[in-house]
């Protein structure tokens, strides 16, 4: 540092951004910090969040931060320039520490199988040695081969930054660290330019399939497909430092074209439909519906996906039931006895429930053209109901007295076809109608 003061006074500068445009420097710290393998996303997260004391970051971070915020004209022009602060040969320390963390990591050398005649293989490799590879820069991020970027206006100046879910990465990490995780493949492409030198030395039978060795050399290495789960596996390793964990990569060499090619053919294979992955999940609300469906009457024909509803499979949709508990019914997540509580109250109220509308429910799909008592939708305001009763004397009475006073033709129904949520008019429907028969 130039004098004994300009730590601090850098310290004052970096924390006085940082405090003022906490959300929106995320952004501009994701493009010039961890996708340029400076600093690590955890690192970025923690100064974003004010949980790290910027004096005990080392100089180097200091000047990659300070490096960070002059890449914004509006505040360039209102701060001092690097060089007052740092000495020259600590700015190329900084710089230059970066790349001998690159080509420490050099020769990799990996057991890997020849996929297909093209340079294209699959490999197995430790959540450590992935972490490790990401922390010293080994693996980049590249906007050119990733599958979406976010546009930030950060005073005045437009930001494009690779998307980045933290709190999806981090729920990726708890299920790693606890041994709940299992992975599907990670992407990563050396891109084909005068820095790449490798060599994929062939089986000792090679008429026969069977493992090589991939040696890489020097290279630029991009991940595209798989930035949370590495992320993931850091918090997992902040969390549990002994996770054993292997993850399948598939390693391809190419141009940079080749991987905007690989990620296009991802892109279009049918996704999972969001519905159906809520029916697959372990969370407090879908165990509550999965045990449902074995407890109340066999009136209800439960379907996973709104096609299935659609054509004539069932009334009852799931991921509406379990939205609709999550919504109404607080902190059963992870609290075991309110999970059992709840479900056995609702087990009550839906059996109760299928005794009002029994000859609806078992004839819904003719019922369907005049009622809108069977469209899946109404197990929103069923729910909200069911919550109300909670605990309520009387509730059956209280409960047949509110259904008899809603108009359930479909002439009159509470929301137009084209609406995108109908289960919401549905509930204030059904709101309405407690407040008119109770006040």
Known sequence: MKNLDSKQQVINILETVIKSDNKKLDALFTKELVESSKMRTSEVKSILGLRTDLNELPIEKLIYLYSAILTVESIKNDIPKIDEFFEDQEIRHAENLRIER????????????????????????????????????????????????????????LISSISYNDKRAREIGDKMATNNFYSNGIRLHAINNESLNYEFIQPQKPDEEGEGQLVIKSGDIALIEGNHRINGVEYALLENPDVYLYLTVFFSFGTIKDGQFIIDQEEKREPLKKELVKTYSSASESNIVKDLKSE????????????????????????????????????????????????????????????????DFKNYLSVKKSKWNVSPYAFAGYIYLSSTLQGKENWEQKLSDILSSIDFSVVNKPWRDSVSKPDKLIVKCFKEAVNNVFG
Do not use: H
Request: aromatic share 10%; charged share 35%; glycine share 4%.
């Open 102 to 157: 690159i080509k420490s990591q050099y020769p990799i050398k990996l057991k890997a199988y020849k996929q297909t005649n093209k340079e294209d293989y699959v490999v197995r490799i430790s959540a450590k040695q992935l972490e490790e590879w990401k922390d010293n820069g080994v693996i980049k991020l590249d906007k050119d081969m990733a599958r979406e970027s976010n546009i930030t206006n950060y005073k005045g100046q």
């Open 296 to 359: 109340v009457s066999d009136v209800y024909k439960f379907c996973k996906t709104i096609q299935e509803v659609n054509q004539g499979g069932g009334f009852v949709l799931e991921p509406i039931l379990i939205d609709s508990i999550k919504e109404y019914y607080d902190d059963i997540e992870d609290n075991k006895p309110k999970e059992v509580k709840v479900r056995q109250w609702l087990s009550e109220f839906l059996n109760e429930l299928s005794v009002i509308f029994n000859k």
